[in-house]
């Protein structure tokens, strides 16, 4: 076992010692940082991607949707879109819009709750949510996104005029949501937040599909350059099956 | 000093971290993740792994480079090293497993204030081989995971009534959640410590005993 | 949740540094049973924590953006120098307060709680004043655990425990109650 060395080091030789040191570990955090920051990536975009085609059903394809300058815009390449609030427009195969996957979060029970859900401006009802960060109190408001029948509340909620939380088993209305026994605080919160995060964005979400003409090569519609405001050939919300002229990629009947 | 063969060697520190000195057990190091990580056993394990690369990375580092660092600055050059291999673990792993880098979230990058790392550089990785330096950093490493699996495996049978994600006892468990909570854990660990200190009670009274009985 | 009293009273009780997220244990359970001493390193605490969540603001808003894996290294470093300088302070001002905290105070470089905090200040995204009243409540929760355990440990020495139970073991399970009681402030500041 040999001790340290015992002599003094000069002052040169310390400042060497740590200057070497920081520049060595810098350049090999530089190297894991940067062989790591596409699979990050990735990963992020498939989990955003699967939770956003959880919430809005049917929904084969999806886009960022940005707040800039107080207006809704796609999201396209640019790369200001980090910073800027963000929602989701989901299309199915025919390039209709299933509706738009709004991220929210609040406070719960515990701490903060993180989810993200879909509403379908066609019907005014929320089609789904699906809690993505939650430090619920484990067994009990954990259910919120364990409690397959709490989920059921949210596949045709009525916005209008506001979602309304009651006891378990008295829902009559279709804007109610039926709190889970026991883990009633986590519940309104839920229902809180998705009020919330509708306040906030539905009025800003435009009618119809403005943005139909920037929709994937596949399903341009005929006459696009005639102007913005096309409508795709059949309604935009039927979820009609395809029609003739339909890509050929759409699937063989279910 | 005689020097018994540089392998028997380097085992018989391998093997200490693991009962005698168990870093948890016996030295009462590394508490914090201790308690936070092991509401869950594979959480348990992913910890007991991430600690393993950055004990083992650091002390082989820190006993490659001993006669190197000036002694003033030694313990700044150690923490250097242990972030360094800290950040490298938390990028590597949230690429590789997400879920469970989201489940352990802020620990990875506490495991550079794990007491017991430092610690070991200070107290035998500055001044041993490197061959011993890793053997006693395995040993720690393993002894460290053991007792994370133990209190991790308990509190999720009684907190989950499950084991690695596959339930045990079926959907008419009642599972005590508070095993899975913060108290579970403190008591839990402490009813497995006073075990422990059971354990070597007996043994004492047993040494002393057969010691009464004369050396014949 | 943006609320500074939210903020405050969540850090203080609701999710206590030590009692809920396990940080700050090794002073938790070191520390010798003194109620004054706790209290004297919770107060150094607070004051580390303050500095240390102007330093990770600053970091984050001016130099993180552009080499975020440098983070859990510049927190460190941040810490690392802030309790040298706090010892140096301490040491000039109040040379029996030094001597009292001994070895508890350069430890605070590995209390977890210090770099937790700098961790969990940026996860949730907090701003300059956020993360101050952050480390206050963090800091007071901290020290609030301490004095408390310290306090109960003055009292269990004199009770008659067996020796086998004395020492971590009893001090776990006397952590654990008191984790169980601070379970009551749950809810404190919830949407209900």
């Known amino acids: ?254 | 000093m005689s020097a018994p063969t540089s392998s028997a060697q380097a085992y018989a520190e391998f093997v200490k971290g693991l009962w005698k000195e168990n870093p948890v057990f016996v030295q009462v190091l590394g508490m914090c993740p201790m308690l936070a990580v092991t509401n869950s056993a594979v959480n348990a394990v992913a910890m007991g792994a991430a600690t393993l690369f950055v004990l083992v990375g650091s002390s082989f580092l820190v006993s490659l480079l001993r006669n190197h660092i000036p002694k003033q600055v030694r313990i700044s050059a150690y923490i250097i090293i242990i972030a360094t291999f800290v950040t490298v673990i938390d990028y590597l792993l949230k690429a590789a497993a997400p879920d469970i880098h989201r489940e352990l979230g802020a620990f990875i990058a506490l495991i550079v204030v794990n007491c017991l790392i430092l610690g070991r550089q200070e107290a035998f990785a500055s001044r041993n081989t490197v061959k011993m330096a890793v053997a006693d950093a395995l040993g720690m490493s393993a002894g460290f995971a053991f007792a994370l699996l133990c209190l991790g495996s308990v509190r999720e049978i009684l907190g989950s009534g499950s084991l690695f994600g596959v339930s045990l006892f079926g959907p008419n468990f009642e599972p005590w959640v508070v095993m899975i909570l913060p108290p579970g854990g403190f008591i839990m660990l402490g009813l497995i410590l006073l075990f422990f200190a059971w354990l070597q009670e007996r043994a004492k009274a047993r040494r002393g005993a057969s010691a009464a009985q004369g050396g014949a | 949740m943006g609320s500074y009293i939210g903020i405050f009273m969540g850090a203080l009780v609701i999710n206590n540094f030590t009692l809920s997220y396990f940080l700050g244990l090794c002073p938790f359970f070191g520390v010798s049973g003194r109620v004054t001493t706790a209290l004297r390193l919770g107060l150094a605490n607070i004051f580390v924590m303050l500095i240390t969540a102007f330093c990770a603001w600053a970091l984050n808003t001016y130099v993180l953006p552009y080499a975020p894996y440098l983070n859990i290294i510049s927190y460190i470093l941040v810490i690392a120098s802030t309790v040298q300088f706090v010892e140096m302070v301490i040491k000039k001002l109040s040379p029996e307060l030094f001597r009292a905290l001994g070895i508890f105070l350069p430890l605070i470089t590995t209390n977890c709680a210090i770099l937790g905090l700098a961790i969990f200040m940026t996860n949730k995204g907090f701003g300059l004043g956020q993360g101050l009243v952050y480390a206050l409540g963090a800091g007071g929760g901290v020290t609030l655990a301490l004095v408390l355990m310290a306090g109960l440990r003055e009292e269990a020495e004199l009770s008659d425990i067996p020796s086998m139970m004395r020492g971590t073991a009893m001090n776990l399970i006397i952590a654990g109650l008191l984790s169980l009681a601070f379970m009551g402030f749950a809810g404190l500041f919830s949407a209900g």
């Not at chain 1, 993180?114 to 954990?142: F, W």
């Not at chain 1, 949501?177 to 309104?188: F, R």
């Open chain 1, 1 to 254: 076992m040999s001790p340290p060395p015992a002599t003094e080091a000069s002052s040169l030789r310390m400042i060497g010692t740590m200057t070497f040191g920081g520049l060595a570990s810098g350049l090999l955090l530089v190297g894991v940082f940067e062989f790591t920051k596409p699979i990050i990536a990735a990963n992020d975009a498939a989990a955003l991607e699967r939770a956003v085609f959880d919430v809005l059903p049917g929904t084969t394809q999806m886009g960022p949707v940005v707040l800039r300058d107080g207006a809704l815009a796609l999201g396209g390449d640019g790369t200001d879109q980090e910073d800027l609030p963000t929602i989701y427009l989901g299309r199915d195969t025919n390039g209709a819009i299933t509706g738009y996957a709004i991220p929210y979060q609040g406070t719960g029970f515990q701490d903060v709750i993180k989810l993200i859900y879909g509403y379908q401006p066609a019907g005014g009802v929320v089609v789904g949510m699906q809690i993505l960060d939650s430090k619920e109190t484990p067994g009990l408001g954990d259910k919120i996104f364990k409690d397959k029948a709490f989920a059921a509340n949210f596949e045709a909620l009525a916005v209008q005029p506001e979602i309304v939380p009651v006891p378990n088993g008295s829902k009559t209305e279709a804007h109610q949501v039926d709190c889970i026994t026991g883990a009633t605080i986590s519940s309104k919160a839920v229902v809180k937040i998705i009020n919330a995060g509708n306040a906030e964005w539905l009025g800003l979400l435009p009618p119809g599909d403005p943005w139909a003409a920037e929709s994937p090569p596949e399903q341009v519609p005929v006459g696009v350059l005639d102007g913005p405001q096309d409508e795709p050939a059949e309604p935009p919300l039927e979820q009609a099956p395809p029609p003739s002229q339909a890509p050929p990629s759409q699937e063989a009947s279910p």
